[in-house]
């Protein structure tokens, strides 16, 4: 089966930067898009980044020039990485990866995607 495990989430000073990273294994499908949204308290989740096999990129406007995507490989497993720069108090959310397919542009656009297969527990980022 398949599964995510995110890492690097924290408690920064505004200002700071943070890497999240993300392990999946057991994803065995072609066209493969990596994304990563956020979910804030009150608040619904939106989507912040995504990266398709192509290293087509997209993000949500609020990150746009601060944030990162990137990916990795392994055998038989997928890294996917959000860096982050310039952090807000706004930033605070717990953060998920996903993993999936379709297009990254809807990826972001929303978070209801219905190519979206797979997500992970979620990593806490808080920004004060």
């Known amino acids: 089966h398949v599964q995510l495990v995110e890492s690097g989430g924290d408690s920064v000073q505004a200002g700071g930067s943070l890497k999240l990273s993300c392990v999946i294994s057991?994803?065995?499908?072609?066209?493969?898009?990596l994304g990563w949204f956020r979910q804030a308290p009150g608040k619904a989740r939106e989507g912040v980044a995504a990266?398709?096999?192509?290293?087509?990129?997209?993000?949500a406007d609020s990150v746009k020039g601060r944030v990162t995507i990137s990916k990795g490989a392994g055998v038989n497993v997928f890294y996917v990485y959000l860096e982050m720069r310039s952090l807000t108090p706004s930033d605070t959310a717990v953060y998920y990866c996903?993993?999936?397919?379709?297009?990254?542009?809807?990826?972001?656009?929303?978070?209801?995607?219905?190519?979206?297969?797979?997500w992970g527990q979620g990593t806490q980022v808080t920004v004060s």
């Open positions: 996903a993993i999936g397919q379709g297009l990254p542009l809807k990826w972001v656009a929303d978070p209801q995607y219905d190519a979206i297969a797979y």
């Open positions: 057991g994803w065995r499908y072609p066209s493969t898009v």
């Open positions: 990266l398709d096999d192509d290293g087509s990129t997209s993000y």
